[in-house]
């Protein structure tokens, strides 16, 4: 997963035609496509460690378990 | 008004989470109470506790890895450099991933089957560095044939203080991912 490539060439090519095309709509777009996915993975990795934590008090912590 | 949580984050970390990301605030201030949380579960757990569990020592190891991983993205994030926040973020994610598997079933023996499955892949690296010392001189090589040497033998130390599991082999991350539940994909996401 870490390694995995990040989708660079898909973003460059769709830069490459919109710049081509000349459509600043179209650019915008994407930029904030591209910065909307990066903010869902740094909550998405967040959701996941906090998962992780929560199974980590259920297993260790017996009666202790997180504050809702 | 942001926390004593997020301005000790901000403080440690050198950064300002910008005022438009208050999304940020709420992820930094959630993910430090859970943390504080979980440290409290290893500060109070007693010492039969400890000895009937013993992976929890490296659990709580790995849930400070993956923690890095998710502070860092964070900070990329705040400081305008998404795309390495996404590396950061699947770091955490792949690391937040191995924790739950780990506790999802048999707990030593995973944690074994982990160490191991590092073992193996390190010896067909330390393979693959010997292989490409044909690419080098005579004196070049003799350098690296010493390195190979030492990490060998480090790596066997590392093989018998692993032994002594079941034998469960470790799968993939997608595997173990899979397992864990569904997840949603960057095309899904897009859809």
């Known amino acids: 997963m870490s390694s995995q490539t990040h989708a660079d060439a898909e973003d460059t090519i769709s830069y490459f035609f ?15 496509e591209v910065l909307a996915f990066s903010e869902y993975l740094v909550h998405f990795g967040a959701h996941s460690y906090l998962k992780a934590l929560l199974r980590y008090s259920a297993v260790f912590g017996g009666t202790k378990s997180f504050r809702q | 008004m942001h926390s004593e949580n997020v301005k000790v984050f901000e403080q440690y970390h050198l950064i300002t989470i910008p005022d438009v990301w208050d999304r940020g605030y709420t992820l930094v201030d959630s993910v430090l109470n859970a943390r504080d949380e979980s440290t409290s579960v290893l500060a109070s757990a007693s010492e039969e506790k400890l ?3 013993p992976t929890i020592g490296i659990i709580e190891q790995l ?18 450099n998404g795309a390495t926040a996404e590396i950061a973020a699947r770091a955490a994610m792949e690391a937040s991933t191995n924790v739950r598997y780990i506790l999802a079933g048999d707990r030593n023996s995973r944690v074994l089957a982990w160490l191991r499955a590092f073992l193996v892949q390190d010896s067909k690296q330390i393979n693959n560095w010997e292989r490409a010392l044909s690419n080098h001189s005579a004196n070049e090589a003799e350098v ?11 790596r066997e130390n590392g093989k018998n203080s692993s032994r002594g599991s079941n034998g469960s082999s470790r799968p993939s991350v997608c595997i173990r991912a899979t397992k864990l539940g569904p997840s949603l994909s960057r095309r899904a996401l897009r859809q």
């Open chain 1, 18 to 32: 919109f710049t081509v095309l000349g459509d600043e709509q179209l650019l915008r777009q994407m930029s904030l």
């Open chain 2, 51 to 53: 000895v009937a569990k």
């Open chain 2, 63 to 80: 849930l400070d890895r993956a923690y890095e991983h998710v502070a860092a993205s964070v900070v990329c994030f705040a400081t305008k």
């Open chain 2, 144 to 154: 690296h044939r010493e390195g190979i040497q030492r990490r060998r033998r480090v």
